[in-house]
């Protein structure tokens, strides 16, 4: 069956530039979650999006990061003026209700700011 | 969180030996506990999970334990083969989930 997919895998930018990474989590999966892993750390929290209610965007580093999620489905993480220290993977993962169950995670996207 | 700078603890096991991972957890709120294996150029995949009114949950070949009066998480792999070696993470849950630093098994053939 069909997992969390993310695309593109791999994204390479130049510095000042906008990004958009885009998520398509699992069917029917209420509860979206969006992480940043830099090379060798662990998973750093970013967005979290559960229904219809708004957003948990605490882990949200700066302005420059906004993420939206359409018709409880697709979610679109978006990076402006992008800066090196943005470079890292960004994984997104998805699960059927609000809380006590397991995420799904996708493959994530290696973003690289030049 | 996640401390900025640091390494990844590891831990090399040879192979068929247990191997252990600790895990320390921050919050007494939290509720839910999982433990996520991460291989390279791959998103995390779930092992094994564990809610607060538990202390052990056996899995295929893993067991978690979990110690709340100190906080404390492990994952033990029994008979560990050379497919277990990856970064393995801990997480927990309250209102949001979190993850730990992780820990790198090597194992050892």
């Known amino acids: 069956g069909a997992g969390v997919s993310q695309s593109p895998s791999n994204k390479v930018t130049e510095k000042g530039k906008d990004v958009e990474l885009r998520c398509d989590p699992i069917?029917?999966?209420?509860?979206l979650y969006w992480y940043r892993q830099s090379l060798g750390q662990g998973l750093e929290f970013l967005i979290y999006f559960q229904g219809n209610s708004a957003p948990d965007k605490s882990g949200l580093p700066s302005d420059r990061f906004s993420a939206e999620r359409t018709g409880g489905s697709v979610s679109t993480l978006t990076i402006q003026r992008t800066q090196q220290e943005d470079s890292a993977v960004y994984l997104c993962?998805?699960?059927?209700?609000?809380?006590?169950?397991?995420?799904?995670f996708g493959s994530g996207t290696q973003l690289s700011v030049l | 969180g996640e401390s900025v700078g640091l390494h990844l603890p590891t831990l090399s096991v040879q192979e068929g030996d247990n191997s252990i991972i600790n895990c320390a957890y921050s919050?007494?709120?939290?509720?839910?506990f999982i433990w996520y294996k991460q291989e390279s150029g791959k998103g995390p995949q779930f092992i094994i999970d564990?809610?607060?009114?538990?202390d052990k949950r056996q899995g295929q070949r893993v067991t978690v334990l979990l110690n709340k009066t100190v906080k404390h998480l492990s994952l033990q792999i029994a008979a560990t083969q050379p497919g277990d070696s990856a970064v393995y993470f801990c997480?927990?849950?309250?209102?949001?989930?979190?993850f730990g630093t992780g820990t790198r098994l090597t194992v050892i053939p």
């Open positions: 993962a998805s699960r059927e209700g609000a809380g006590d169950e397991k995420l799904f």
């Open positions: 919050n007494s709120a939290s509720d839910y």
């Open positions: 564990i809610r607060s009114n538990m």
């Open positions: 069917s029917g999966h209420t509860a």
């Open positions: 997480a927990e849950e309250a209102n949001n989930l979190f």
